[in-house]
């Protein structure tokens, strides 16, 4: 019988945030949660970087316990990679580490988020053209400007994680041909107003 979901998602700490915290390691991680097992060759081709760079950033989530062999793949040398982990949870704490260094890698870790999102985002409206009309109808992007306190804000926030949560017991078969990833990003913080 498979781990519930939650235990799935990976806790970052110092050390694992350290070894992610690197704009290649993060696209080879996202990669590999959202298109299923691969190579570092397969991955270079992907992600148009060299199968050398792509091999020694898969290594290093490979010490970190991000990723790990799928032994039911490969042939001979080919080595299969897969993610260990469904998701990650973000601490805070990170971001007030003593050590200069975690405060860094916190810091470029959430940059590099917010920029992969920015990223799907752009893809998916440059693309929206290549997906059936019923797709077309169905996605959003929406914002909502609420005055609330930081404990108001946290309560909306965790709603809507468990309002997902909800959802991952109703997934759709991989043999639902309307069946799709659908990628939700959710970003709630303060304007600053003059």
């Given at each position: 019988m498979d781990e519930p979901q939650v235990s799935r998602i990976r806790d970052l700490d110092a050390r694992s945030l350290r070894g992610l915290a690197h704009p290649l390691r993060m696209r080879l991680l996202d990669t590999l949660r959202f298109s299923g097992p691969a190579t570092a060759s397969g991955l270079a081709e992907t992600l148009g970087e060299s199968s050398g760079a792509t091999s020694y950033h898969l290594r290093q989530l490979a010490a970190h316990g991000f990723i790990e062999d799928d032994p039911e793949r490969g042939k001979g040398r080919e080595r299969w990679w897969k993610a260990a982990h469904l998701g990650l949870r973000f601490d805070d704490a990170l971001l007030t580490d003593d050590d200069p260094e975690v405060r860094g890698a916190?810091?470029?870790?959430?940059?590099?988020?917010?920029?992969?999102?920015?990223?799907?985002?752009?893809?998916?409206?440059?693309?929206?053209?290549?997906?059936?009309?019923?797709?077309?109808?169905?996605?959003?992007?929406?914002?909502?400007?609420?005055?609330?306190?930081?404990?108001?804000?946290?309560?909306?926030?965790?709603?809507?994680?468990?309002l997902v949560e909800t959802y991952r017991d109703r997934v759709a078969g991989?043999?639902?041909?309307?069946?799709a990833q659908v990628r939700f990003h959710t970003h709630a913080f303060p304007l600053t107003t003059e």
């Open positions: 916190a810091d470029l870790y959430l940059h590099e988020v917010a920029t992969t999102q920015t990223r799907d985002l752009s893809t998916w409206l440059g693309n929206r053209h290549t997906w059936p009309e019923k797709w077309s109808r169905t996605w959003d992007m929406s914002s909502a400007t609420l005055r609330l306190t930081p404990e108001l804000t946290q309560e909306l926030v965790e709603k809507m994680h468990a991989d043999d639902d041909p309307e069946a």
